[in-house]
């Protein structure tokens, strides 16, 4: 924990004060240094990467990031493995070796992800979590990382399928809590994230009073508000928060007003990424400890009437689970057939195509950029993105608009 004097009129008996809390302090000395709590720190930008043929480490762009997490190991036999280790090894050594560019980025591993299982095993027993500790320790040191990001979705919900018990919510906080007392045995300080939903029913599962004594910061998944099953058309990745009155008299309206009446959700609201963290910040969580994500990919809808230009409307399904950033600029963007809606309300970019029928949700280099400026504007910890691979490697890129956003 950073903690600083900014009044020159600090007494003695002040001094003695500060240093007989941080003496009473539960957390270890270098967990309080490498917890980040200060909110003139420059904000993070942190990138979830995949490895690919096509993107090697070697051509990534390291000086416009601060974090860089590799994805995925998954649990096996209770343990923190690559499914491949053969074939991921030599590459997140590579990444590893891109230090030499960019001294400062920090590189980390990410566990789990969507329909990864094993987790509510593993955080079973004191036992059990020891064992997984173990190897991620043993993980850390054999490829020379920063930290790493739990990605368990979901502690109490199933998510595709995953196995979940109601022990998961004491359970998850006693592994985070594992894993930063792991993490702090090492000489340099090592960094602790979590991958957290973008909804509020997840918190209903995850003591964040408790679990942010242990991370450095959760990383909000603000994306997927509108899920790759909804046959509704909707913002998949928004900033600005949209009340259910200014949706009214559309078909998204009333299939959210009846999910809100049958109790299957909170509110009558659409999400965002405003509204979650007004949430988190409302429940105690430290802004500088949030992370805000952003989506480095699309939904598209097929069948979608031209009301509204297509937005909040009944569609006939989703014509693609989703696409790459790069994939929209070139067959979209560039498509005269599509054009580009900004609902100012929303923060958020969509495209239709009245000839084809079919909307695009998605984040584009205004949006991104302007979710930077909002984390900066909030004090929050910065921005994330998944998945760097998905953005184009062209000039003008999301990560560019991003990094010009930060820091120019």
Known sequence: MKIKLTRKTSTLPQLLILIFMLSCSPQSKQSEESINTDSSAEPVIMAYYVAERTYEPEKIP????????????????GEMKFRNPE????????????????????????????????????????ESR???????????????????????????ISGAGTMSRPEDTQNFTALMKGLREMLDTFDSPKILTFASAGWKRY??????????????????????QVSGVSIYTGHHTPLGDVSS???????????????YQNGESPDP?????????????????NPNQIVIGSAFYGRVWKGVPPINNGLYQLSGGLQIGWMSYHRIRESYEQDQNFQRFWDEKAQAPYLYNSKDRLMVSYDDTVS????????????????????????????GSLLDAIYKAAYE
């Open 62 to 77: 390291v000086e416009k990031l601060s974090h860089i997490i590799y994805s995925f190991t998954n649990v096996i036999d």
């Open 87 to 126: 074939a991921a090894g030599p590459k997140i050594e590579a990444l590893v070796k891109q230090k030499e560019r960019n001294p400062d980025l920090k590189v980390m591993i990410a566990c789990g992800g969507w329909g990864a299982d094993g987790f509510s095993d593993m955080a079973l027993t004191e």
């Open 130 to 156: 020891a064992k997984f500790i173990n190897s991620a320790a043993d993980f850390i040191k054999k490829y020379q990382l920063d930290g790493m990001d739990m990605d368990w979705e979901y502690p109490g």
């Open 203 to 224: 918190y209903d599962f995850v003591d964040m009073g408790e679990v942010m004594k242990y991370a450095d910061y959760t990383n909000v998944m603000t994306y997927d």
């Open 245 to 259: 009155e200014d949706i009214a008299g559309t078909p998204f309206h009333d299939h959210l007003d009846s999910l």
């Open 269 to 285: 609201d659409p999400r965002s990424a405003q509204k979650i963290v007004d949430f988190l910040i409302k429940k105690g969580v």
């Open 368 to 395: 991104v950029a302007l979710k930077t400026k909002y984390a900066m504007e909030k004090g929050l910890g910065g921005i994330m993105f998944w998945e760097l691979g998905n953005d184009t490697k062209e000039e």
